[in-house]
Nanobody, 119 residues
Framework: QVQLVESGGGLVQAGGSLRLSCTAS????????VDWYRQAPGKEREFVAS????????VYADSVKGRFTISTDTPKNTVYLHMNSLKPEDTAVYLC????????????WGRGTQVTVSA
């Protein structure tokens, strides 16, 4: 059973940067795509970014476009989310998710890592 573990979260000042990691373990990992989502207190889960496992196709939410970059390191079974120019409104729990059966159905979720951006 594949598991996803996120890391790299923390407290950062506005304008700062963080790099989140999502690492898969527990079996062969060759998903169609891996996504990052985030959920702030009292708000619905929000799509942030997605990347095909080949790294060819990337998609970003408008709110993070130009500031966040998603990338893969397939030998390490890891997907990164590079976050620059962070804003207080980026504060949330960030979760990664994988689609292992097709491009549209997420079937594996991580537990998340907290990102807090202070003003």
């Amino acid at each position: 059973q594949v598991q996803l573990v996120e890391s790299g979260g923390g407290l950062v000042q506005a304008g700062g940067s963080l790099r989140l990691s999502c690492t898969a373990s527990g079996g062969t990992f060759s998903p169609y795509a891996v996504d990052w989502y985030r959920q702030a207190p009292g708000k619905e889960r929000e799509f942030v970014a997605s990347i095909s496992w080949s790294g060819i196709n990337e998609v970003y939410a408008d709110s993070v476009k130009g500031r966040f970059t998603i990338s893969t390191d397939t030998p390490k079974n890891t997907v990164y989310l590079h976050m620059n120019s962070l804003k207080p409104e980026d504060t949330a729990v960030y979760l990664c998710a994988a689609s292992t059966r097709n491009y549209v159905t997420i079937d594996v979720w991580g537990r998340g890592t907290q990102v807090t951006v202070s003003a």
